[in-house]
């Protein structure tokens, strides 16, 4: 099994439950890891530490608000190919860097890719705690967008196959006449599978409904709205 199959085996359990933001930390350096543990602590988070990359992949992702402080040199892969596997299979885990020897060509893939800081050791307390606040931040937005995307899947699952059909049509910006002429239907028909997709799409308007298709549609194609 290769790490990205690790990392994907890993999130299909359960996440572990918890009342507080969930801080991870991926570093060789037991030291490190330890003050690190106590830092994020101390601030009433949650610290997880992992001393490789393997180790955090087969962790199960977490519910919660949480941010990755990874070193940029592991003993198993580097911090930078760990970004690249995390971008693939939870790319809304925020990521800081943290590294004994920075150069400017690594800051700048790694912060183009989107991490949220690259420090380089020895770093201030207030400077680190900065970043993880800003991930923290990033990684609540990422979730409540996840939370809402998730709702409007329920929603267009509960669409009748017609009913998909004549949504697509709609925020195409076809007109009920043209919708039905499309599908063979009468005007009166399409105006009742829309009434039907607006209720249960929970859509109060037509701008509603457009939004809402277009966050469905970039969905890794697991929703077809034609």
Request: glycine share 6%; proline share 6%; charged share 25%.
């Amino acid at each position: 099994m290769n790490l990205a199959q690790t990392f994907k085996h890993g999130m299909v359990y359960p996440s572990i439950p918890s009342v507080s933001p969930v801080i991870f930390v991926v570093d060789d350096d037991l030291s490190v890891r330890e003050s690190l543990e106590q830092l994020i602590r101390s601030e009433g988070w949650q610290p997880e530490t992992f001393q490789s990359a393997r180790e955090f992949l087969t962790r199960p992702r977490p519910l919660v608000p949480s941010c990755l402080i990874v070193d940029l040199a592991l003993p198993d892969l580097n911090g930078l190919e760990l970004q690249k596997i995390i971008a693939q299979e939870r790319a809304e885990m925020p990521i800081i860097f943290i590294s004994g020897c920075g150069d400017i060509p690594t800051t700048v893939r790694a912060m183009k890719a989107g991490a949220v800081d690259f420090l380089v050791k020895p770093f201030g307390n207030d400077v680190l705690l900065r970043a993880i606040r800003e991930g923290l931040d990033r990684s609540r937005v990422a979730l409540d967008h996840e939370v809402e995307l998730g709702d409007l899947r329920h929603c267009y699952r509960s669409l009748s196959p017609r009913e998909r059909q004549v949504m697509a049509l709609v925020v195409s910006g076809l007109l009920n006449k043209q919708v039905g002429g499309e599908l063979g239907i009468s005007e009166i028909t399409v105006k009742a599978h829309r009434g039907q997709v607006m209720r249960k799409m929970k859509a109060n308007s037509l701008a509603d409904l457009v939004r809402m298709a277009a966050s469905l549609r970039p969905a890794r194609q697991t929703i077809h709205l034609a």
